[in-house]
């Protein structure tokens, strides 16, 4: 297994197992973050680099596919193709090869993101470790005061499942986690025409998407959330997304489209949206007007280039 240093953690490149997992701090939410109703109200015009504490915060984001099925267009997934789903005793690898390899034995969170390669809704497996496997093994190696597992969803059309599988997520954050878990859709734009390019057409409709949300019960803890990869071109309405959306079940997270070698490809403009607040400002305002809460995470050039961001897979290139 490769194990390649970045300036915030490592990522484990494992060609034999076909997965690809990482572990990362965080430079705090005061740093990165902008979010009024968070009470951060600075502007992020660039996210200088420094040193990252594990004890504060912990994230590992591990592959629950090896490969993808999806084709996102802004995403070095599929380059490496596809070969299934991992089991729950590759889940409980990745996380164990993450927790034994750190010196740490404390943290005030662990967030385990289920989004390195895969979408997680075609792979049962995540429901299972997530409710029976995830707090157990990391009891084993540190003392979390929080374990957050968060599943992001690319909403794939072709999932007969796709429901069911959300709703018993939606059970596993509400009850088994009493909130302490995400449920993140991936929506990118309010414009189908232009979520179907970004998507090859593998996502749901935005009618079909709001249709399922309306069948979510009440979110305990924190709200669901609408994620919005953006660059200057992308179309977000927040009239139409209040049409289609409730404020008070979702918030909204914008992040800029990472500098992956499909989005670059693929003709994004993934170059201008580091360092000037202007475009994000442009998608925020109008929501927060609306009512919406809104948060607007910005990467370091760091954390970009080392690779570390969603939609990079360093196993398509091993
Ligand atoms: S963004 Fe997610 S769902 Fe889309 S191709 Fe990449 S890994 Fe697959």
Known sequence: MQIVHTHTGKIYVDTEHRLEFLTVGDYGKENNIKADFLGLHTEINGVKHKEVDLTKKWVATISTQKGCPMKCQFCDCPKFGFFGNASVEELSFEIETILKNETIKN???FNVHFARM???TFNENVLEFAKNHLRDITKKYITAKTIHPVVSTMLPKKNKKLKQFILDWCNIKNIDYN???GLQFSINSTDNAQREAQFNSNSLSLEEISALAKELPQPVGRKYTLNFAVTKDTILDADR???????KMFIVKITPIHETNSAIQNGFDVTTSYDDYDVYREFEQPLVKKGWDVIVFVPSHEEDSDRITCGNALIASA
């Open 107 to 109: 943290t005030d969170r």
């Open 118 to 120: 895969g979408e997680p």
């Open 179 to 181: 909130g302490e878990a």
């Open 241 to 247: 997304l209040t049409e289609l959306f409730d404020p």
